[in-house]
């Protein structure tokens, strides 16, 4: 069983900063990428960052400069450090990650259960 737990949603001020967390746990065997998603009530999920086992990392438009995503191995955390948050990045954040559990021998995606990220003066 895999699980991914997201943390450090809340209601911030517009030019503010916020820190979300996603932990992984379960029978892991393995993790690649790792990812920040979120969606706005009535609109798709939107890509918004990812970040490869090795570091590489790539960024939507719309948080390139303002948001980082960075990742710690040993505790299978991705983090995503958002800065001047505005009031259109209102939305609930998702966590995805591509793991291979113990005993398979492929990969699949699982998805956090999201987080409320709220803008707002």
């Known amino acids: 069983q895999v699980q991914l737990v997201e943390s450090g949603g809340g209601l911030v001020q517009p030019g503010g900063s916020l820190r979300l967390s996603c932990a992984a746990s379960?029978?892991?065997?393995?993790?690649?990428?790792m990812g920040w998603y979120r969606q706005a009530p009535g609109t798709q999920r939107e890509f918004l960052a990812r970040i490869t086992n090795n570091g590489t990392t790539n960024y939507a438009d719309s948080v390139r400069g303002r948001f980082t995503i960075s990742r710690d191995n040993a505790k299978n955390t991705v983090y995503l450090q958002m800065n001047n948050l505005k009031a259109e990045d209102t939305a609930v954040y998702y966590c995805?990650?591509?793991?291979?559990?113990?005993?398979?021998?492929?990969?699949?995606?699982?998805w956090g259960q999201g987080t409320q990220v709220t803008v707002s003066s």
């Open positions: 995805q990650s591509m793991i291979r559990v113990v005993g398979s021998t492929s990969w699949s995606y699982y």
């Open positions: 379960g029978s892991i065997s393995g993790i690649i990428n």
